[in-house]
């Protein structure tokens, strides 16, 4: 099982381009969440797709968007980048129904710089 | 002020210590707490998962909550190298799928 996996491990890019970052979710996991952790701070949430849906959203611009394919992988998209939207880019999946908090995994996330 | 605060140290012990971690939490509605463990340059990994007040073990790591103080910890018995990581405290209303809310994180050093 190779766990949560994402792509690409490390990204560089300029102030107001767009970035897209991709997940794999762990075997048998529907629900994927995304979180951003910033240097020496702790995850906060972005959102949360299942059924293809966003069904959670933190307080996240709407710069920030998703999507969760029928294989239950999911894209992170960033539009207009700012200086501020450097940081570790975290994919979670778990599945649905209760305790699935108990059962979230994490990826070794996406560094994201923007110069 | 911060619905959860973590002290992020760095915190530095000797081989064998014993380490206690901490954090504190205003929001009255988290029912379930957790601790993980962040490798550099690595996802957090679940150690601990309680729900409500208590006590809860496992091998060396032992996670307790006082809901009435808004404070939870995380105890580390005969500290190894292999355990310096930064840790973070998590907590959630719910046990589905909420988002969780983490502290700052608490970077530990442990010295052989």
């Known amino acids: 099982d190779a766990g949560v996996t994402q792509s690409p491990t490390h990204l560089i890019k300029t102030r107001g381009q767009q970035v897209t970052l991709r997940c794999s979710p762990k075997?048998?996991?529907?629900?994927v969440s995304w979180y951003q952790q910033a240097l020496g701070q702790g995850p906060q949430f972005i959102f949360q797709?299942?059924?293809?849906?966003?069904?959670q959203r933190g307080n996240f611009p709407d710069r920030f968007s998703g999507h969760q394919f029928p294989n239950y992988s999911s894209e992170l998209n960033v539009n207009a980048l700012l200086l501020g939207d450097s940081a570790l880019y975290l994919c979670?999946?778990?599945?649905?129904?209760?305790?699935?908090?108990?059962?979230?995994?994490f990826g070794s996330g996406t560094q994201l710089s923007v110069l | 002020q911060k619905e959860v605060e973590q002290d992020p140290g760095p915190l530095s012990v000797p081989e064998g210590a014993i380490v206690s971690l901490n954090c504190t939490y205003s929001?009255?509605?988290?029912?379930?707490f957790m601790w993980y463990r962040q490798y550099s340059r690595k996802g957090p990994e679940l150690l601990m998962y309680?729900?409500?007040?208590g006590n809860k073990e496992d091998g060396r790591f032992t996670a307790q909550v006082d809901k009435s103080s808004k404070y939870i910890s995380l105890f580390i018995r005969d500290s190894q190298p292999s355990d310096s990581a930064t840790y973070l405290c998590?907590?959630?209303?719910?046990?589905?799928?909420?988002?969780?809310?983490f502290g700052k994180g608490t970077r530990l050093s442990v010295i052989a």
């Open positions: 979670a999946s778990s599945t649905t129904g209760g305790r699935s908090n108990e059962k979230l995994f």
């Open positions: 075997s048998g996991h529907d629900t």
């Open positions: 797709y299942y059924e293809e849906e966003e069904r």
């Open positions: 929001n009255s509605a988290f029912q379930y």
């Open positions: 309680t729900y409500s007040s």
């Open positions: 998590a907590m959630s209303s719910y046990s589905g799928n909420t988002p969780l809310v």
